[in-house]
């Protein structure tokens, strides 16, 4: 067997029986003390954390082509198997962070609510909530899975993105698109970006009859990931539009965006990050459709219109352009964590974890490795 097929194998049939039931019997390496500045009481664990790094190191020789005497840490690094405390760790992160996507009333939800409000890790439970920043709660009862959801089809069609066409394609249907928007209409293209240090920005600019008349930067911070940014971009656009005095005079506005999950979740329902934002532009397309209007002005709706990335769209380019410039300014405070972000964390954590515990036993390596 090829290895990478058998350390797929490993990961999936063995390493799932290792640490399965982990989120309710791993208590971590330690606790705190009984008093605050006390020393960290062992949890006594090391004796299961043996075993269980006999079977990854058993699995990690299956997969690399290695010598007897090949130090552990190597196996750890090389095969891509966490050591067990690091893995045990993240897997009861990942369990907390799904409490940030529970149903308000939910019995853990309201436990997790009065813990954050207290602030003391009396429980094993309270020590894992409190290791999370604050996040946004989702509500995955705003639209349940057991009511109708719009076909996937149907979705792409609505923003204009079909399956089965090239970029040069699309590019070219958008700019057909263009052609035929009315000259009072708004057209707004957005987008997000995030920088290597992890700040993010958003950005839009708006154009009427071809004329750049809105143009907006703004720093989110490293608490959001570019699906956040997107979305804030586009709801950000929408009130400039509607702000403005051209609206009077426009039928429809016209989101743009790059991103086609966001684009087709501005204007449905969403149980993932950024829940209130997709909510508040919901809310404001609904106002923009009862309004009054100018005579002879029709009442059309806000429209959202897929835009295929870096297709030398002008658009498109200048709001990419605002969006890098909104991530590269200065942000204080900061935003709430997202759902996405706060996922990205907890993933990050482990990976960062594995890197420190790599640099302190690697330090007593010969410089061969």
């Known amino acids: 067997m090829k290895p990478h097929l058998l350390q797929q194998a490993i990961s999936a049939c063995v390493l799932r029986k290792a640490y399965f039931g982990a989120e309710t019997w791993w208590p971590g390496c330690t606790r705190p003390g009984p008093q605050q500045g006390s020393p960290p009481i062992s949890n006594r664990v090391n004796k299961h954390l043996k075993d269980l790094s006999t079977v990854i190191v058993t699995g990690a020789r299956a997969v690399l082509p290695v010598f007897r005497t090949t130090p552990i840490p190597i196996l750890h690094r090389e095969s891509g198997f966490y050591p067990p405390e690091i893995q045990l760790d993240q897997i009861a992160l990942a369990t907390s962070t799904r409490l940030s996507r529970l149903d308000p009333d939910h019995p853990l939800q309201k436990r997790a609510k009065a813990i954050k409000r207290k602030g003391h890790p009396t429980s094993r439970f309270a020590r894992r909530v409190l290791l999370l920043p604050y996040s946004e709660q989702v509500n995955p009862l705003n639209h349940p899975p057991w009511l109708e959801h719009e076909p996937r089809e149907a979705a792409l069609a609505r923003v204009g993105a079909p399956e089965g066409l090239t970029k040069e394609q699309a590019a070219d249907n958008f700019r057909t698109l263009l052609q035929s928007i009315p000259e009072n209409d708004i057209v707004i293209y957005s987008d997000g970006s995030k920088q290597d240090n992890g700040q993010t920005g958003a950005g839009f600019v708006g154009f009427i009859a071809g004329c750049q008349v809105l143009r907006g930067s703004f720093p989110l911070g490293p608490n959001k990931e570019v699906f956040d940014a997107e979305a804030i971009a586009a709801l950000l656009g929408l009130k400039a539009a509607i702000k403005h005095l051209g609206s009077h005079a426009a039928s429809n506005i016209w989101i743009c965006l790059d991103n086609l999950e966001v684009a087709i ?46 297709a030398s769209i002008p658009g498109n380019e200048a709001a990419d352009q605002a969006a890098k410039e909104g991530a590269n300014q200065t942000l204080s405070p900061l935003y709430l964590w997202s759902y996405a972000a706060l996922k990205r964390h907890t993933k990050s954590s482990a990976a960062a974890q594995a890197q420190s515990h790599w640099k302190k036993k690697s330090s007593n390596f010969p410089a061969l490795y």
């Open 265 to 310: 979740q501005l204007l449905s329902s969403t149980t993932g990050s950024s829940q209130e934002v997709f909510e508040d532009f919901r809310t404001l397309a609904a106002t923009w459709i009862s309004r009054q209007t100018r005579p002879l002005t029709e009442n059309g709706p806000i429209r959202i219109r897929w835009v295929p990335g870096h």
